[in-house]
């Protein structure tokens, strides 16, 4: 693995807590593969249920991108964050 | 110099849901004395509410939320209060003609696409707050924004973690905070900008979603 293919995952919420880290460092072409990697590292969560967290690549909703076929360059900033319901 | 209750002094403001976050909002905004506070929740206060609902004591156990709220604020402010002792449906989203802005205080999903829409509906912005465990987020959803789509793109119910008294006073305490700001046009929240909170770690992060 290149050193220079890595992205940072921050983590956020209830996944900082499910992870038990707030950061890791993950190699993926996408966000899809990044999802997928996250599961082989730690299988707390599914790449499905991945998919209903809030996405931020550089501080920008990878909604508002191309989803989850969303690409990744190296030293991107991936941050994965749950919204509260509760009152 | 900033006064948020000049700000605030002739407006009519509903809360949603009085349970651990309205709870705390109504104290709060009762203090900077608007013209007037609708309250709105159907519940009656149990054994689990007493360790983070401002209200629930071992005397008000069994009585209604808005009830009680209606007998505490009376006692720390001049606004007139409103109550209503049902949940927030779409059948209420009229009785919010007269408001100039809502606090979403409810504990589901489904209730907060509802409010969305009476805020969509009346023209006036919602002060979104919501908690689980030790996280929590704020965002004021201006008429219109469909911030909840982003927020819960799958309109599911969300696990819920057990949380605590400083939990629901911190969230209310910046909903509040944001509302008296967008009253007095003072560096409030932007349209889809969410502060989330993480009071584990102390992270916040502001974030455009």
Same mark, same amino acid.
């Given at each position: 693995m290149?050193?220079?293919?890595?992205?940072?995952?921050?983590?956020?919420g209830l996944y900082r807590l499910a992870y038990k880290k707030a950061c890791v460092k993950v190699e993926a072409k996408n966000i899809e593969e990044l999802f997928q990697k996250l599961y082989e590292m730690d299988d707390v969560h599914t790449p499905k249920e991945l998919r209903n967290s809030i996405v931020l690549l550089n501080g920008k909703n990878i909604m508002e991108l191309r989803k989850f076929k969303t690409k990744l360059k190296p030293n991107d900033n991936v941050v994965i964050m749950s919204p509260a319901s509760g009152g | 110099m900033l006064d948020f209750n000049e700000a605030v002094k002739d407006k009519v403001i509903a809360i949603i849901g009085c349970g651990g976050l309205g709870g705390n909002i109504a104290h709060l905004f009762a203090r900077l004395n608007p013209k007037k506070i609708i309250v709105f929740d159907g519940d009656e206060f149990s054994l689990s509410n007493l360790n983070r609902q401002l209200c629930a004591t071992k005397n008000t156990i069994g009585k209604k939320k808005v009830e009680?709220?209606?007998?505490? #604020?009376?006692?720390?402010?001049? %606004?007139?209060?409103?109550? =209503?002792?049902?949940? /927030?449906?779409?059948?209420?989203?009229?009785?919010?003609?007269?408001?100039?802005? !809502?606090?979403?205080?409810?504990?589901?999903?489904? %209730?907060? &696409?509802?409010?969305?829409?009476?805020?969509?509906? =009346?023209?006036?912005?919602? $002060? =979104?707050?919501?908690?689980?465990?030790? /996280?929590? *987020? $704020? +965002?004021i959803i201006y008429p219109g924004d469909k911030t909840f789509e982003k927020l819960y793109p799958d309109k599911q119910e969300k696990e819920i973690q057990k949380t605590y008294s400083f939990?629901? %006073?911190?969230?209310?305490?910046? *909903?509040?905070?944001?509302? +008296?700001?967008? &009253? +007095?046009?003072? *560096?409030? #929240?932007?349209?889809?900008? $969410?502060?989330? !909170?993480?009071?584990? %770690?102390?992270?916040?992060?502001?974030?455009?979603?």
């Open positions: 290149e050193e220079n293919n890595l992205v940072t995952v921050e983590f956020f | 009680v709220l209606e007998e505490r #604020l009376l006692a720390c402010s001049n %606004s007139e209060i409103e109550t =209503h002792p049902i949940f /927030f449906t779409e059948k209420e989203i009229p009785l919010l003609e007269s408001v100039d802005l !809502i606090l979403d205080a409810t504990d589901n999903v489904r %209730s907060r &696409f509802v409010i969305e829409k009476a805020g969509k509906k =009346h023209k006036i912005p919602v $002060v =979104h707050g919501a908690i689980n465990g030790l /996280f929590g *987020q $704020v +965002a939990a629901p %006073s911190l969230i209310a305490s910046i *909903q509040v905070a944001e509302a +008296a700001k967008y &009253f +007095a046009k003072e *560096q409030e #929240l932007k349209p889809y900008e $969410v502060l989330f !909170i993480d009071m584990l %770690s102390m992270d916040i992060k502001k974030v455009n979603i």
